[in-house]
């Protein structure tokens, strides 16, 4: 099997808004040490950035303070955020923006040139092509080298330290080994853990981009990492089948959520955002669904506006709006909640860091979606959170000897990925074949594979996939249940997730494509795993829809804490840890 | 919710495979191609990166669709979205890139 080996001071896994903004800040601030930016993809549209993005959502506006945006998240989250963490960022967000703005990117301008404002804390842009501009800053940096295209799989440890990480290049079909002093993880979130809204020909029109598949967390948690807050799940609520985002609508123009009947419900049920959701939820449940944001009313040159805005950033909306005739401004744009994912930029889940963004294992630091305690983070968010992390993993690196990988270790991991290719054609013959089959998979009926049928797995990804995703949806609070579970169910649940894991080591792949799939299926049913150990744990109901405990309905005072877990043994442990507020140190 | 390539059209230029953010789309005999249609997300990066508007963006059944095709046109100053709908007609909107959302 064709093999890379390399190595750098630091490793960025993951080229989003943090990993991208982390390769700009060691150009310009430690020009001295090497890079290394891999990607599951092409950083030019990788990740939750890839169509564009409608506005830049966390930014202090005049008359506001950091600790005002630290106060409003803190309340989001019924009190379940990381204060020190929040704070570090809410200093950033206008820092980030001014040079954002000096990348190229579009900002809306008031007649004096400050900034436009949109409500409290958002400030207007072209967001079309925010990642673009990111991915050609990194690009640019002369220190930091791109390996696009190479999805991650697991770090390297050494003498009780991240020493790199090692991955499979999906377009040059071969193994990618990488020893670095320093590594900074920045793989986003978790999506398609659960059945999505369109489980069939749309299955991956969701929110979250369904390429971060939660590797970060899952490979954090393999290595023995401490996660927090994953029992706070997101769930978002969009426009109704394209699962465009609302705030355009809500906050842009002033929609309000009204029920079938044309009543505005919302002040009965506050106005968090996990009580937003609810209020939907509640209504439909009510039989006074379905719901919408009233648009009708609004003029021909606020539609037309409209229909640019979504272009830039879900041109679905917009399609559907000149495709169905439905245009906004007679018809009110229906709501619907989502499927739950795992997501530290908008709740608090994952990586549980200090405040230069360590992770608890020594050389290890997380930024952006895959990093906890920071609710409400965003694009700006993960930018600084990027930064933070990059001159602490610099500061790291400088004083650590670049670690070098011990053959006997590559050897191991090439025989693992080898396992999932044998006995198929990519097996017999890795390197010297070309791009070949459309099917990332293969079950017992695909063709291509070398072995006696008898041998072959019953099984193929996509099976698998299906039932975890069904798993999750009736046992684990999924759409199907109105997000409501008990801790029977997640009992049912675990016990799914565990033997579909099983499963999952007898699967074959006939590419390296194929291969992907396999460890990304790995990945979310690591992620779900251990989601499902927190969602048990905290015996309330503090978030409703986020984490609806049946069995625990209302909000108890003693979970005013973190709930954390790390994987001992092959099982998650929970641990509890008291609240962090601005000013302590975790 | 997908893509589609028109083959004829397509060149072989290698662009949209490139930037596909799930790694879908890859060039089989000098065309491109998706592994599977289920597994667009409908970011439509591929549809601006195509030169000779040979892909293009469609809403499946399921989510509400009526047959329509979106393509995009990349030019220094404006992205142009051109809606083709199954009687013929077209319609199209022009985004100037130097102008931020209103909303
Ligand atoms: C549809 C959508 C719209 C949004 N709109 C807005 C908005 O208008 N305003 C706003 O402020 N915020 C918005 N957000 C939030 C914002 O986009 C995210 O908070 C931000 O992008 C998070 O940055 P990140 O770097 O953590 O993740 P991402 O930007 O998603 O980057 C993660 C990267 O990791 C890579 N990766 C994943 N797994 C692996 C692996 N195993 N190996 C190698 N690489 C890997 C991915 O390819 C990707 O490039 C939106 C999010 C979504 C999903
Ligand atoms: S629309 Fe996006 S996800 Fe779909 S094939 Fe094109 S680039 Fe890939
Ligand atoms: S970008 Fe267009 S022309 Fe180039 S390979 Fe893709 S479809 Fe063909």
Same mark, same amino acid.
């Given at each position: 099997?064709?093999?890379?080996?390399?190595?750098?001071?630091?490793?960025?896994?993951?080229?989003?808004?943090?990993?991208?903004?982390?390769?700009?800040?060691?150009?310009?601030?430690?020009?001295?040490?090497?890079?290394?930016?891999?990607?599951?993809?092409?950083?030019?549209?990788?990740?939750?950035?890839?169509?564009?993005?409608?506005?830049?959502?966390?930014?202090?506006?005049?008359?506001?303070?950091?600790?005002?945006?630290?106060?409003?998240?803190?309340?989001?989250?019924?009190?379940?955020?990381?204060?020190?963490?929040?704070?570090?960022?809410?200093?950033?967000?206008?820092?980030?923006?001014?040079?954002?703005?000096?990348?190229?990117?579009?900002?809306?301008?008031?007649?004096?040139?400050?900034?436009?404002?949109?409500?409290?804390?958002?400030?207007?842009?072209?967001?079309?092509?925010?990642?673009?501009?990111?991915?050609?800053?990194?690009?640019?940096?002369?220190?930091?080298?791109?390996?696009?295209?190479?999805?991650?799989?697991?770090?390297?440890?050494?003498?009780?330290?991240?020493?790199?990480?090692? @991955?499979?290049?999906?377009?040059?079909?071969?193994?990618?080994?990488?020893?670095?002093?320093?590594?900074?993880?920045?793989?986003?979130?978790?999506?398609?853990?659960?059945?999505?809204?369109?489980?069939?020909?749309?299955?991956?029109?969701?929110?979250?981009?369904?390429?971060?598949?939660?590797?970060?967390?899952?490979?954090?948690?393999?290595?023995?990492?401490?996660?927090?807050?994953?029992?706070?799940?997101?769930?978002?609520?969009?426009?109704?089948?394209?699962?465009?985002?609302?705030?355009?609508?809500?906050?842009?123009?002033?929609? $309000?959520?009204?029920?079938?009947?044309?009543?505005?419900?919302?002040?009965?049920?506050?106005?968090?955002?996990?009580?937003?959701?609810?209020?939907?939820?509640?209504?439909?449940?009510?039989?006074?669904?379905?719901?919408?944001?009233?648009?009708?009313?609004?003029?021909?040159?606020?539609?037309?506006?409209?229909?640019?805005?979504?272009?830039?950033?879900?041109?679905?909306?917009?399609?559907?709006?000149?495709?169905?005739?439905?245009?906004?401004?007679?018809?009110?744009?229906?709501?619907?909640?989502?499927?739950?994912?795992?997501?530290?930029?908008?709740?608090?889940?994952?990586?549980?860091?200090?405040?230069?963004?360590?992770?608890?294992?020594? @050389?290890?630091?997380?930024?952006?979606?895959?990093?906890?305690?920071?609710?409400?983070?965003?694009?700006?968010?993960?930018?600084?959170?990027?930064?933070?992390?990059?001159?602490?993993?610099?500061?790291?690196?400088?004083?650590?000897?670049?670690?070098?990988?011990?053959?006997?270790?590559?050897?191991?991991?090439?025989?693992?990925?080898?396992?999932?290719?044998?006995?198929?054609?990519?097996?017999?013959?890795? $390197?010297?074949?070309?791009?070949?089959?459309?099917?990332?998979?293969?079950?017992?009926?695909?063709?291509?594979?070398?072995?006696?049928?008898?041998?072959?797995?019953?099984?193929?990804?996509?099976?698998?996939?299906?039932?975890?995703?069904?798993?999750?949806?009736?046992?684990?609070?999924?759409?199907?249940?109105?997000?409501?579970?008990?801790?029977?169910?997640?009992?049912?649940?675990?016990?799914?997730?565990?033997?579909?894991?099983?499963?999952?080591?007898?699967?074959?792949?006939?590419?390296?494509?194929?291969?992907?799939?396999?460890?990304?299926?790995?990945?979310?049913?690591?992620?779900?795993?251990?989601?499902?150990?927190?969602?048990?744990?905290?015996?309330?109901?503090?978030?409703?829809?986020? $984490?609806?405990?049946?069995?625990?309905?209302?909000?108890?005072?003693?979970?005013?804490?973190?709930?954390?877990?790390?994987?001992?043994?092959?099982?998650?442990?929970?641990?509890?840890?008291?609240?962090?507020?601005?000013?302590?140190?975790? | 919710?997908?893509?589609?390539?028109?083959?004829?059209?397509?060149?072989?230029?290698?662009? #949209?495979?490139?930037?596909?953010?799930?790694?879908?789309?890859?060039?089989?005999?000098?065309?491109?191609?998706?592994?599977?249609?289920?597994? #667009?997300?409908? #970011?439509?990066? #591929?549809?601006?990166?195509?030169?000779?508007?040979?892909?293009?963006?469609?809403?499946?059944?399921?989510?509400?669709?009526?047959?329509?095709?979106?393509?995009?046109?990349?030019?220094?100053?404006?992205?142009?979205?051109?809606?083709?709908?199954?009687?013929?007609?077209?319609?199209?909107?022009?985004?100037?890139?130097?102008?931020?959302?209103?909303?």
């Amino acid at each position: 099997m064709k093999t890379l080996t390399k190595q750098a001071d630091i490793l960025i896994i993951g080229g989003g808004a943090a990993g991208c903004y982390a390769a700009i800040t060691l150009a310009e601030k430690h020009p001295g040490l090497s890079v290394i930016l891999a990607d599951k993809a092409n950083i030019k549209r990788s990740g939750c950035l890839a169509a564009g993005v409608n506005a830049l959502n966390a930014y202090i506006t005049p008359g506001h303070t950091p600790m005002d945006y630290v106060r409003y998240a803190e309340k989001d989250a019924e009190g379940i955020v990381r204060g020190d963490l929040l704070l570090s960022l809410a200093e950033g967000f206008n820092r980030v923006t001014e040079k954002l703005e000096q990348l190229g990117l579009v900002i809306l301008k008031n007649p004096d040139g400050s900034y436009r404002t949109r409500g409290n804390r958002n400030i207007k842009i072209n967001g079309e092509n925010i990642k673009p501009l990111l991915a050609e800053a990194a690009t640019r940096s002369k220190n930091v080298m791109v390996l696009n295209h190479v999805n991650m799989v697991d770090y390297l440890q050494e003498d009780g330290a991240v020493s790199g990480a090692w @991955g499979i290049d999906v377009r040059e079909e071969r193994m990618v080994f990488i020893a670095a002093s320093a590594v900074i993880c920045a793989t986003g979130g978790a999506a398609g853990l659960y059945l999505p809204n369109h489980p069939g020909s749309s299955r991956h029109k969701m929110w979250y981009s369904p390429f971060n598949t939660g590797a970060g967390y899952a490979m954090g948690l393999r290595a023995g990492a401490e996660m927090t807050t994953f029992e706070m799940r997101f769930i978002a609520l969009r426009c109704k089948g394209t699962i465009a985002p609302t705030g355009t609508l809500a906050q842009g123009i002033g929609a $309000a959520q009204v029920n079938a009947r044309g009543e505005a419900y919302q002040t009965a049920y506050g106005n968090t955002t996990s009580e937003r959701l609810f209020a939907v939820v509640s209504e439909n449940l009510a039989g006074r669904g379905p719901c919408y944001l009233k648009t009708s009313g609004i003029t021909q040159e606020e539609q037309e506006s409209l229909e640019k805005a979504y272009l830039n950033m879900a041109p679905a909306q917009t399609m559907r709006w000149c495709e169905t005739k439905l245009e906004p401004r007679y018809y009110d744009v229906e709501v619907e909640g989502t499927e739950p994912y795992v997501v530290g930029g908008h709740t608090g889940s994952g990586y549980w860091v200090d405040e230069k963004r360590q992770t608890t294992l020594k @050389g290890l630091f997380a930024a952006g979606d895959v990093a906890g305690g920071a609710p409400q983070k965003y694009v700006t968010g993960a930018l600084v959170e990027g930064e933070i992390a990059a001159d602490a993993a610099a500061e790291f690196a400088k004083d650590r000897k670049t670690p070098v990988l011990p053959a006997e270790t590559v050897e191991r991991k090439k025989e693992w990925a080898m396992h999932f290719l044998q006995g198929t054609s990519a097996g017999a013959n890795v $390197a010297s074949r070309s791009c070949a089959d459309t099917s990332p998979s293969m079950g017992a009926a695909a063709p291509g594979h070398l072995w006696p049928s008898e041998k072959l797995p019953v099984y193929d990804t996509d099976s698998l996939e299906d039932a975890m995703q069904q798993a999750m949806d009736e046992y684990a609070g999924g759409i199907k249940t109105s997000y409501r579970y008990t801790e029977a169910g997640l009992f049912q649940a675990n016990a799914h997730i565990e033997r579909i894991e099983r499963l999952s080591d007898f699967l074959r792949a006939r590419d390296f494509y194929g291969l992907m799939k396999i460890f990304e299926l790995k990945d979310r049913l690591m992620v779900s795993r251990a989601l499902i150990a927190h969602m048990s744990a905290r015996k309330e109901t503090r978030w409703h829809s986020f $984490a609806e405990n049946l069995d625990h309905p209302g909000k108890d005072a003693a979970y005013e804490k973190y709930v954390n877990s790390r994987l001992e043994d092959g099982k998650i442990k929970i641990l509890f840890r008291p609240l962090v507020k601005e000013g302590d140190t975790a | 919710m997908s893509v589609f390539v028109e083959r004829e059209k397509c060149v072989g230029c290698g662009g #949209c495979t490139e930037v596909c953010p799930g790694n879908l789309l890859f060039l089989r005999e000098g065309k491109a191609q998706i592994r599977d249609v289920r597994d #667009c997300w409908g #970011c439509t990066a #591929c549809v601006k990166e195509c030169p000779k508007n040979a892909i293009f963006y469609y809403l499946a059944a399921d989510l509400g669709g009526a047959g329509g095709r979106l393509y995009a046109e990349d030019t220094p100053s404006t992205l142009n979205w051109v809606m083709k709908w199954p009687d013929g007609s077209e319609e199209r909107i022009l985004v100037d890139k130097k102008k931020a959302n209103e909303y």
